[in-house]
């Protein structure tokens, strides 16, 4: 078990717990959490990139000119590839699927690992609780300036959705709100900090251990 400060919404120390090794103290494989990154990021791929070919293009019913005669090279139509405005030979098409499945076992392993990384650089900050009196953005800047530092980009991970959090937090540029029970690998790497409620992490760890 590692022991972990719980700060306040001030900052101040105000007790410690007990987290599981199993989870935030495993040995990190930076080739696995790559292949997960990967496997993931394409899965988010947009393909837009798309050239007509050959058949594609519009036009080009009939030969250019006879086969004999002219002194020309010889042509069959004008959509070839050869012509300016012609077909694309082997150029993207959107028909490309870049999605792939990624072990679920392999994918939890992982999100330890980066766990792991994120306590061991001091970059896991456990707070009590996360209030707003007024649902200001303010407030919520404030809170996150003094637990992490002014202006540091961040994750803070709910127990359970709070609408104030949720609105406060998508007005700071940096910082994104996450669920306990569905971390996102993509999200915990974008981010430097990891700002995790008492409650939070209590869902982490019967979700992942």
Do not use: C
Not at 91 to 99: A, I, V
Not at 102 to 126: E, Q, R
């Amino acid at each position: 078990m590692l022991k972990v400060k719980v700060l306040n919404q001030e900052g101040k120390e105000v007790e410690s717990v007990e987290l599981p090794a199993s989870i935030f103290d495993v040995e990190v494989k930076p080739t696995l959490i790559k292949e997960v990154v990967d496997i993931l990021s394409g899965n988010r791929r947009r393909n837009l990139a798309h050239a007509k070919r050959r058949q594609d293009v519009r036009g080009g019913g009939i030969k250019p000119w006879r086969q004999k005669g002219t002194g020309r090279a010889r042509h069959g139509s004008i959509r070839s590839p050869l012509w300016k405005g012609g077909g694309v030979t082997f150029g993207p098409t959107k028909d490309r699927n870049f999605k792939s499945k990624v072990n679920s076992k392999v994918k939890k392993a992982a999100l330890k690992m980066v766990l792991t990384n994120k306590l061991a650089s001091d970059h896991f900050i456990l707070i009590d609780k996360l209030e707003l009196k007024d649902s200001k953005t303010k407030e919520l800047q404030t809170i996150l300036d003094t637990v992490i530092g002014k202006r540091a980009k961040a994750v803070v991970v709910l127990s359970r959705k709070s609408e104030k959090l949720v609105m406060a937090a998508n007005n700071l540029s940096g910082i994104a709100t996450a669920p306990a029970t569905s971390l996102n690998i993509l999200e915990l790497l974008k981010y430097p900090y990891l700002v995790v409620t008492t409650k939070a992490i209590d869902k982490i760890i019967k979700t992942y251990q």
